[in-house]
């Protein structure tokens, strides 16, 4: 207790504007700055040496150290000297933003050698660029600003292993110092405005600056040399993304050794294909077209009005960017017994027997064309996923899969039974495409946002008619809660379930504790069972024939209804869909979009 409290006192962490009290959490999606030719105007702006290495998020809590990858893999084996140098950091917790490097025989860090440097156990060389501090002592750093952040990094480092390296924020002309930097043959600088707090995701307020062009691309086919024993790359094609697409981005030709040429050859085969990934096809007949899930590092002199690499040359594997391949599941109605063939039963909480899941390339289509309506309402909010794996449709619970992509964030939360769970979440359209990659078609959205999950942001009542209920009467039932709930000073609006139900969405003015909202419903709801019990019941169990269930249940921690716009696993691909109270009144059908038209009513049969 004492050591703690002196340790919190030391860094005087509580007392920083910003800082909020949380349990640690887990991988965080890193701060992406965006590439500029130029150093931005203003006095505002500092800048760091850019390193030529991997991206390393060092987590330290009451358990051993890990270092994360870029997209969040588990990299600790690889960087073993950095998680064991953390345990000489004085601090009872702590997540670092830095980069993993080892320095050549110029004096400069060496991509290439630090890839050699992966395997051994605990490297000597290796060196870790430490330029920000996002979690220490119990306390989320994130809404701190720039320069507050760095100078608690730099106290927590002065006493650090060699290992660690506190990277020198920069203030001046920022052309002056590009030049300057240029000239020593550095990688590049990061520019960084001050005054900001650490953001996710792709930013503007870091900027990267590159003294030599270079970026990682994936590759999407390969040239083999004619001859060759044993095999190996002559030269590869590679992609580059774009607004969701896979576009052809050029050829490298050059920068290839005979270890890497043959290596190449070797890592390629298992990702061999028939067709081009290519979203826009283009014609190369000696070309052996593979699954982009490879990507390189390249470094080029210039980029062409249509997006192709110019003086392309290998430079080195980025494995810290992997992704898990994956194949797209066939138009097929699942079979109750499928989870033999792959499925772990740890991951099922629910079977759908009769399900129908479309396909992953009608889902990205359809993602494509949505997702800007879509994430006001399903972004930033932990999911629940109903998922199509193996011929197998499923409500998930449990472990997730390994190789979550880069995208599709996670949220590591206590759960109320004991233990830590993790959900996951999204906030672009990439991440839709990630959810699409490992077999999500269903999305569940909590009725909390993850900046604050603890606290219900809406209400949702699900209107859920009985067998022998008619639309009609789902309807009239919709109207007159509204009317209540108006009453009571909410404002509701309507959303088709791409079922036989409607449900009625009522934002909070101020976010509450799950319990209360839980309370809330269900005392709406009691409201209107009492004035007709025979046609509503407020029991999931109880016989429902000809009566409507008031399912005030989808309010509670971790509870959840279907997501505005999410799809259905069912026939036709229906998709709960946000209506007006107007078109509910002139009796717009429960199924009347789909993911094939979305915003347009299909005819009524």
Not at 386 to 399: D, I, W
């Amino acid at each position: 207790m004492c050591a703690v409290a002196l340790r919190q006192s030391r860094w005087g962490v509580s007392r920083v504007h910003g800082a909020t009290k949380v349990a640690i959490p887990g991988y965080i999606e890193p701060c992406d700055p965006t590439l500029r030719e130029n150093p931005p105007r203003g006095k505002d702006w500092v800048y760091e040496i850019k390193a030529d290495g991997y991206r390393a998020q060092l987590h330290r809590g009451d358990e051993d150290a890990k270092v994360y990858s870029k997209t969040g893999l588990d990299w600790t084996e690889q960087f073993s000297s950095i998680a064991v140098g953390a345990a000489k950091l004085k601090a009872n917790s702590l997540v670092i933003d830095g980069e993993a490097v080892v320095y050549g025989s110029g004096g400069l860090p060496d991509f290439q050698q630090l890839r050699r440097e992966l395997g051994p156990k605990q490297s000597e060389r290796v060196r870790y660029h430490a330029f920000d501090l996002l979690y220490l002592d119990g306390y989320d750093l994130r809404g701190v600003v720039y320069e507050e952040r760095k100078r608690l990094l730099q106290r927590l480092l002065k006493d650090a292993p060699e290992t660690f390296m506190y990277v020198e924020a920069l203030a001046g002309d920022g052309n002056v110092i590009f030049e300057k930097g240029c000239q020593l043959g550095l990688e590049g600088l990061i520019g960084k405005r001050l005054g900001e707090p650490y953001r996710s995701g792709r930013q503007e307020s870091w900027i990267k600056l590159k003294c030599k062009k270079s970026d990682a691309f994936p590759i999407v086919a390969f040239v083999e040399k004619l001859g060759a024993r044993p095999r190996k790359v002559a030269s590869l094609y590679v992609g580059r993304r774009e607004n969701g697409k896979l576009l052809y981005a050029g050829k490298v030709r050059t920068g290839y050794t005979e270890t890497t040429a043959r290596e190449l050859r070797e890592r390629l085969d298992p990702l061999i294909r028939k067709t081009s990934p290519l979203d826009v096809p283009v014609k190369k007949p000696k070309a052996t077209w593979v699954d982009p899930i490879l990507e390189i590092e390249v470094r080029y002199g210039a980029l062409t009005d249509d997006g192709l690499l110019r003086e392309a040359v290998f430079k080195g594997f980025r494995d810290d960017l992997a992704v898990r391949k994956v194949k797209a599941p066939r138009l097929v109605p699942c079979a109750a017994g499928r989870p033999k063939l792959g499925v772990p039963r740890e991951n099922i909480l629910q079977l759908l027997p009769e399900a129908v899941a479309p396909s992953k390339e009608e889902l990205a289509d359809y993602w494509r064309r949505v997702w800007k309506k879509a994430l006001p309402h399903l972004g930033h909010r932990p999911l629940k996923l109903v998922r199509h794996v193996q011929g197998t449709t499923f409500y998930h619970k449990g472990p997730l899969p390994k190789d979550i992509p880069a995208a599709v964030h996670q949220l590591r939360i206590q759960k109320r039974e004991g233990g830590q769970g993790t959900r996951l979440w999204v906030d672009s359209l990439d991440g839709l495409f990630g959810l699409v990659e490992i077999g999500a078609v269903e999305l569940h959205p909590w009725n909390a946002t993850v900046e604050d999950f603890e606290h219900a942001d809406r209400i949702v009542i699900d209107l859920d008619p009985g067998e022998g209920v008619g639309w009609e009467a789902v309807v009239e039932t919709a109207l007159d809660l509204r009317t209540l709930m108006k009453c009571e000073g909410f404002e509701t609006w309507p959303k088709l379930t791409g079922g036989k139900g409607i449900h009625l969405m009522a934002p909070l003015a101020q976010p509450m504790l799950h319990d209360k909202a839980h309370r809330i419903a269900h005392q709406l709801v009691s409201a209107l069972a009492a004035r007709h019990p025979d046609r509503y019941l407020l029991s999931a169990q109880s016989k429902r024939r000809g009566r409507i269930f008031l399912d005030y249940l989808r309010n509670g921690r971790g509870t959840t209804a279907i997501g505005t716009y999410s799809p259905r696993a069912r026939e036709g691909f229906p998709i709960a869909a946000p209506v007006t109270w107007k078109r509910i009144e002139s009796g717009i059908a429960p199924d009347a979009f789909s993911i094939d038209s979305p915003f347009r009513v299909k005819p009524r049969r």
